[in-house]
């Protein structure tokens, strides 16, 4: 069964820091990785996809990189702003389900 | 840009009544999804939906719940006889074809059982 483990729990860093988060998986035989935002109360907002096949994906300031055979996916956020403060969940979607396994979040407090 | 809309954003209801929580998914796409998440726990996947059937479900699925698509633009979930652990924020979710494609989640229905 796909576990999916994220650290660290929460952090926060003054405005402008460059920081990562990390996201774990138990299983590699996934098909895809996806970045979510969730800001408090409310839905998912899809930050970035990563195939299986690839190894990173960027958007503005947003950058994830996946390696798949070690179960692991970074989300690297340069210049982090206060908007930015959210929590940030990963979730992937393993070869035997269509559903996505989510972690449990990063709650990130950017502070200005 | 196209989004998955939901209603109500927020229900509340007795113990034991049903509730229909209903989601319009993105005009062109196939394949739909519930999940909830239970305050302060993570996100968990209920059930997927594609050619008007039930393709996957969780163990949390039981035969409380039931989800249809009634007509060529609603998704809904429907909870028989709910329970006070049912609270929780339920999301819809909907995507356009391969497993490769992006799931677009809707703004999800805090749905409160007192």
């Known amino acids: 069964k796909q576990e999916v483990t994220q650290i660290p729990a929460a952090l926060s860093v003054p405005e402008g820091e460059n920081l990562v988060l990390n996201c774990s998986f138990t299983?590699?035989?996934?098909?895809?990785l996806q970045w979510f935002r969730q800001d408090p109360g409310k839905g998912l907002t899809s930050l970035l996809l990563?195939?299986?096949?690839?190894r990173e994906q960027t958007s503005g300031r947003l950058n994830a990189s996946l390696d798949k055979s070690s179960g692991r996916s970074t989300l690297y956020i340069a210049a982090s702003q206060p908007g930015d403060s959210a929590t940030y969940l990963c979730a992937v979607m393993g070869y035997y389900g269509q559903n996505f396994v989510f972690g449990p979040g990063t709650r990130l407090s950017v502070l200005p | 840009e196209p989004e998955v809309t939901q209603t109500p954003s927020h229900q509340v209801t007795q113990m034991g009544q049903e509730v229909i929580l209903r989601c319009v998914p993105i005009s062109n796409h196939l394949y739909f999804y519930w999940y909830r998440q239970i305050l302060g726990q993570k996100v968990e996947f209920l059930v997927s939906f594609y050619n008007n059937e039930i393709s996957e479900k969780s163990e949390i699925f039981d035969d409380q719940f039931s989800v249809e698509r009634p007509d060529g633009s609603n998704f809904t979930l429907k909870i028989r006889s709910t329970k006070l652990e049912d609270s929780a924020m339920y999301f819809c979710?909907?995507?356009?074809?391969?497993?490769?494609?992006?799931?677009?989640f809707g703004p999800g229905t805090r749905l409160t059982v007192l």
């Open positions: 990563i195939q299986s096949s690839q």
């Open positions: 299983d590699s035989a996934i098909y895809n």
């Open positions: 979710a909907s995507r356009d074809g391969p497993l490769t494609d992006t799931q677009y």
